[in-house]
């Protein structure tokens, strides 16, 4: 009876030992947390600055795309001052209609360059008077009308003033275009997102201005 009693204790206790054995081999071990690296462990304690940007990093805007808004305001405000002299001396509707979609349309060209000087701290190009644009002008920015062009411009009337107001605003229409060709020319120019946006437009508007502009100048010819 006692050897049934100690097999029993024996059978009891193998048991439970091998219940234990295998509970601890069961357990899967956690895997290990990845390393922190060098870099990450330093700067987290503060040893080293976070990397700085890249010292060739492409800058906001460079010095031609500021002389390019500059000039442009001063080559727009030019043809509003002829866009003022259409309503005396025209009453074509067509030609009071394209005048005033082109005088639209350049307003608001100033006024987006200037919001884009400022924003970027640069200085905003005065809008001067006809006096201001003369052969130094007009030798800076292509398509400029001199001085005695604007004023001969003004005393013209009926159809004389017409066609020499279209002929001159083509000219200064497709200067616009050359300033627009030497920004996109100009080493690491026109990569700022507004001012690509801008030109590619001035070109876009200019030229389809220029067509109708033509198409007017040949009307006007016809009539006489």
């Not at 006024?111 to 002008?137: C, F, Q, Y």
């Not at 292509?142 to 000219?171: H, K, N, V, Y």
């Not at 946006?197 to 009539?223: G, K, N, P, Y």
């Amino acid at each position: 009876m006692r050897s049934d009693s100690r097999n029993e204790f024996i059978t009891a206790g193998l048991v439970v030992a091998i219940a234990a054995l295998t509970a601890c081999t069961a357990r899967v071990p956690r895997p290990a947390a990845a390393p922190v690296s060098d870099t990450v462990s330093a700067n987290a304690h503060g040893s080293h600055p976070r990397p700085e940007p890249a010292a060739n990093a492409r800058p906001t805007h460079v010095a031609a795309d500021v002389r390019f808004m500059q000039q442009m305001i001063r080559h727009h405000s030019q043809a509003l001052e002829m866009t003022a002299l259409v309503p005396a001396r025209t009453r074509r509707p067509d030609f009071l209609l394209f005048s005033e979609r082109i005088e639209v349309s350049q307003r608001d060209e100033i006024a987006l360059m200037t919001r884009w000087l400022r924003k970027h701290n640069e200085p905003v190009a005065a809008i001067g008077a006809s006096g201001d644009h003369g052969k130094a002008g007009h030798g800076h920015m292509p398509g400029m009308l001199l001085q005695d062009e604007l004023a001969g411009l003004g005393r013209a009337s009926g159809a004389p003033f017409e066609q020499q107001f279209l002929t001159l605003m083509i000219r200064h229409h497709e200067g616009a275009l050359v300033m627009v060709d030497q920004l996109f020319a100009a080493p690491g120019a026109a990569q700022n997102s507004e001012i690509f946006r801008f030109a590619s437009d001035v070109d876009s508007d200019q030229r389809t201005e220029i067509r109708r502009m033509r198409a007017l100048l040949i009307a006007a010819q016809s009539s006489q």
